[in-house]
């Protein structure tokens, strides 16, 4: 796997939360706290990017990630692109690897990039120079680790500690890249029981999810949770047969306020959106008291500067 720190145990890229170091977790977590302020306030503004050119290269779809990635940017000061990929040489037949070198050559320094395939963050880390930091916006079902960081935040938010807590994750584990980085950071953080609920045929594969219990009930998984965490069904990577019929989904697995009294009463509930109300959770649920929802969006802006200050910190005076 690409090496993501630098010699001297700085952030140079970030990829995945796999195997990253708890201090550094920690640290980015109280960093990115340091950026949050209520609503209504003007947001932090800091000049820690000034000169620097930040490059969001987005493959698929996104709306809250593309947008706090370009805010996050901003508010430290740095300049910002968004490439179109309708409107890029990618869908002529460039290669990701050439429109990076191009980027690197126009000075940018730090390229966001989502994907829908697998290997291609890691590739373009491997290959561009040393002062260019990649950082991954989403990586098909594999990674999405700003996603697991501001997760983390949030649940650190409103239950202070993360060792002595039961998180679920529910819905579609199998292709979901948020579920794999939230069981990455809360496994790094020591949450002593982790759980996944899903159908038998939305489970990962049996060697994935280590230390994690499997339900296929959703009372069974929501039992005296403190956190139940939602997950979208990922269509767009399920074959049309697979796909579950909704009215049945949200029969069995559809997030209720009934089903919910199974957690414990303080339990919140999270969900990375896009939401399918109706259908993995209920709209009275999404936007009720126990909802943590947006907490989540405004938590993304805070991560990700804080992950933006970061790797350009661990560059040095360069
Ligand atoms: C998620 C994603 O793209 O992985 N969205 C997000 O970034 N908040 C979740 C999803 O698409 O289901």
Same mark, same amino acid.
């Given at each position: 796997?690409?090496?993501?720190?630098?010699?001297?145990?700085?952030?140079?890229? =970030?990829? +995945?939360?796999?195997?990253? &170091?708890?201090? =550094?977790?920690?640290?980015?977590?109280?960093?990115?706290?340091?950026?949050?302020?209520?609503?209504?306030?003007?947001?932090?503004?800091?000049?820690?990017?000034?000169?620097?050119?930040?490059?969001?290269?987005?493959?698929? &779809?996104?709306?809250?990630? $593309?947008?706090?990635?370009?805010?996050?940017?901003?508010?430290?000061?740095?300049?910002?692109?968004?490439?179109?990929?309708?409107?890029?040489?990618?869908?002529?037949?460039?290669?990701?690897?050439?429109?990076?070198? +191009?980027?690197?050559?126009?000075?940018?320094?730090?390229?966001?990039?989502?994907?829908?395939? +697998?290997?291609?963050?890691? +590739?373009?880390?491997?290959?561009?120079?040393?002062?260019?930091?990649?950082?991954?916006?989403?990586?098909?079902?594999?990674?999405?680790?700003?996603? #697991?960081?501001?997760?983390?935040?949030?649940?650190?938010?409103?239950?202070?500690?993360?060792?002595? =807590? @039961?998180?679920?994750?529910? #819905?579609?584990?199998?292709?979901?890249?948020?579920?794999?980085?939230?069981?990455?950071?809360?496994?790094?953080?020591?949450?002593?029981?982790?759980?996944?609920?899903?159908?038998? @045929?939305?489970?990962?594969?049996?060697?994935?999810?280590?230390?994690?219990? $499997?339900?296929?009930?959703?009372?069974?998984?929501?039992?005296?949770?403190?956190?139940?965490?939602?997950?979208?069904?990922?269509?767009?990577?399920?074959?049309?047969?697979?796909?579950?019929?909704?009215?049945?989904?949200?029969?069995?697995?559809?997030?209720?306020?009934?089903?919910?009294?199974? @957690?414990?009463?303080?339990?919140?509930?999270?969900?990375?959106?896009?939401?399918?109300?109706?259908?993995?959770?209920?709209?009275?649920?999404?936007?009720? &008291?126990?909802?943590?929802? $947006?907490?989540?969006?405004?938590? #993304?802006?805070?991560?990700?500067?804080?992950? =933006?200050?970061?790797?350009?910190?661990?560059?040095?005076?360069?």
């Amino acid at each position: 796997m690409t090496q993501q720190l630098r010699a001297d145990g700085g952030l140079r890229h =970030l990829i +995945t939360l796999d195997g990253l &170091p708890r201090p =550094l977790i920690e640290r980015l977590l109280d960093h990115a706290q340091r950026y949050v302020r209520p609503l209504g306030e003007k947001p932090p503004a800091s000049q820690a990017l000034a000169g620097r050119t930040v490059a969001n290269l987005f493959t698929e &779809p996104s709306t809250r990630t $593309r947008v706090s990635f370009e805010l996050a940017a901003k508010r430290l000061g740095a300049d910002v692109v968004n490439l179109e990929v309708q409107l890029s040489s990618r869908v002529k037949g460039e290669s990701m690897l050439d429109t990076v070198y +191009t980027l690197q050559s126009v000075h940018v320094d730090v390229m966001v990039i989502r994907d829908a395939e +697998t290997g291609v963050h890691g +590739t373009v880390a491997a290959h561009v120079a040393p002062h260019v930091s990649i950082l991954s916006a989403g990586e098909s079902h594999v990674a999405h680790p700003t996603q #697991g960081l501001l997760d983390a935040l949030t649940v650190r938010q409103h239950k202070g500690r993360f060792d002595n =807590l @039961a998180i679920a994750i529910v #819905g579609d584990i199998r292709h979901s890249r948020v579920a794999r980085s939230a069981y990455h950071v809360f496994s790094a953080l020591g949450v002593p029981d982790l759980r996944i609920v899903a159908p038998r @045929a939305l489970m990962p594969e049996p060697e994935e999810f280590g230390g994690c219990t $499997r339900h296929t009930t959703l009372d069974g998984g929501l039992k005296d949770a403190d956190v139940v965490m939602m997950l979208r069904i990922q269509k767009e990577r399920m074959a049309q047969a697979d796909l579950p019929d909704a009215d049945g989904y949200f029969a069995n697995y559809g997030l209720t306020a009934q089903r919910l009294a199974a @957690a414990r009463p303080d339990a919140i509930v999270m969900h990375p959106q896009p939401m399918n109300r109706g259908i993995e959770i209920a709209s009275d649920v999404a936007d009720g &008291p126990r909802s943590a929802i $947006r907490d989540q969006v405004r938590n #993304g802006v805070a991560v990700r500067m804080a992950v =933006l200050a970061e790797v350009i910190a661990s560059r040095g005076a360069s």
